[in-house]
């Protein structure tokens, strides 16, 4: 008679043919071959290598996750302070104190008649003859532009409120800005040292006009720089654009210069 597989001799002399549950021959043979195939090792390059590989650089990131993160975020505010500190803009330099809408009619002269008009040549560079009403214009600007730097009422402002549309200098616009901390009428361009130009545009509306001079104020309560830069588009108002040290050199347009010499007046250090 045939030994029982659930014999224990039977088991002590064929262990690895035994599966508990399967008595039959083929069964256990079967059951057998199932066994060695799943304990065949996987191929080199299958995924699970590809797994084991990468799990050292895993474990390295992982252990120093909070280390990259805090480094990355100390770089960010470095450059945001890096970027901020070189866009930041020269502290001689007035930004524009309002826009067109909002400046006084005083600082937008009727302008003289153009000589290129009708021949333009968009970027040449023009001299110009400076007229009675161009310091009234600027001295006006750069009140507007002191006022705001120092976190005033500007003269624009004070007239707007007023409803007056009184040129400069006349009595409605000093009745309007007769409380103002700076008024033009205490600014002074002194003759010669001004100059006058312009770059010619493809139209009317795109001429530039510039000017540059040397200012001096009876006022002390606003501070007021020495050297001013002033731009004026078309027929809109004349605004400061630079003042100070340097302030000819950083926005006068060379072709401009070269026609005004340059002037002098660009070395003043204040």
Known sequence: ??????????????????????????????ERRHVLEMDVPMPAGSDGGARAASAPWMTWVEDRRRLVIGAAFGL?????????????????????????????????????????EGKRSPGTAVNMKVGDELRPALTWATADAALAKAGKTTLSAAVQASGSTSPAGSAGAQSATGGAELTADSITIRQGDLYYGAVEGSSAATDEFWAAGLTETSNTAVSVAKLHVWKRVGAGPWTEVASGAGACGRVVPKTLLTIWGPPALCASQS
């Open 76 to 116: 960010a505010v470095v450059l945001g302070i890096v970027i901020g500190l070189a866009t930041a803009p020269d502290g001689n330099t007035s930004a524009e104190p309002d826009s067109a809408g909002a400046a006084a009619a005083a600082r937008s002269p009727q302008l003289p008649p153009l000589d290129w």
């Open 1 to 30: 008679m045939d030994a029982c597989l659930c014999d224990p001799a039977f088991r002590l002399h064929r262990p690895e043919a035994y599966v508990p549950g399967v008595t039959t021959g083929e069964g256990v043979e079967a």
